[in-house]
């Protein structure tokens, strides 16, 4: 395994814990103004994949001896850089609304600006994470960590979104003001 793989899935890692520093703020700031938090259950399961996946690239490209392939790496590593992109894209534009939990402030709008006002895009954050999920691994030739990743996010993915629709259905319509939590619409 080379060793500039190993730094890019830490990278990776690291960019993680930096999502989960910026949720704890934006959940503590939600919480404060009313929010609440749907789909507990699921999200512990959300975590042991995204954790497994970043385990997984390691261990299956030193066990199993993956070569690093050029002609699919390359690409796989832009396609890995690009969902960043979007990932953060989508943090940016959903400001104190975006979570890693999916918490609902009362009164708040949805957000219609970035990528969410892109009506053939439902979820671009998902997106990301799909294709995050499936080029990482890919870099470095660990197949079967991508084909396992992408089975088991597809199927929580189907749990998360039908929380998320829930969730969002309570919040006011597109282009509404934002109102105080409590406070009645006009």
Do not use: D, K
């Not at 997984?56 to 690409?75: D, K």
Request: hydrophobic residues 55%; contains cysteine.
């Amino acid at each position: 395994m080379s060793p500039w793989y190993v730094l890019l899935v830490l990278l990776v890692g690291a960019e993680r814990v930096a999502e989960l520093v910026v949720a704890r703020g934006n959940a503590r700031w939600s919480l404060a103004r009313g929010g609440e938090v749907f789909g507990r259950g699921h999200y512990p399961w959300m975590v042991a994949l995204h954790t497994g996946l970043l385990v997984s690239c390691l261990l299956e490209t030193g066990l199993a001896h993956r070569p690093f392939v050029p002609a699919l790496g390359v690409p796989m590593l832009v396609l890995v850089a690009a969902a960043q992109g979007l990932r953060w894209w989508c943090i940016t534009a959903l400001g104190r609304q975006w979570n890693t939990e999916v918490i609902v402030v009362p009164g708040l709008p949805r957000v219609t600006r970035g990528p969410y006002r892109l009506s053939w895009l439902r979820h671009p954050n998902y997106v990301a994470v799909a294709v995050e999920g499936a080029a990482l691994p890919l870099v470095h030739g660990a197949w079967a960590t991508a084909a396992v990743f992408t089975v088991l996010n597809a199927a929580l993915m189907v749990v998360r979104v039908r929380c998320e629709a829930a969730a969002l259905a309570t919040l006011a319509p597109p282009g509404s003001p934002a109102r105080a939590p409590g406070e009645a619409a006009a």
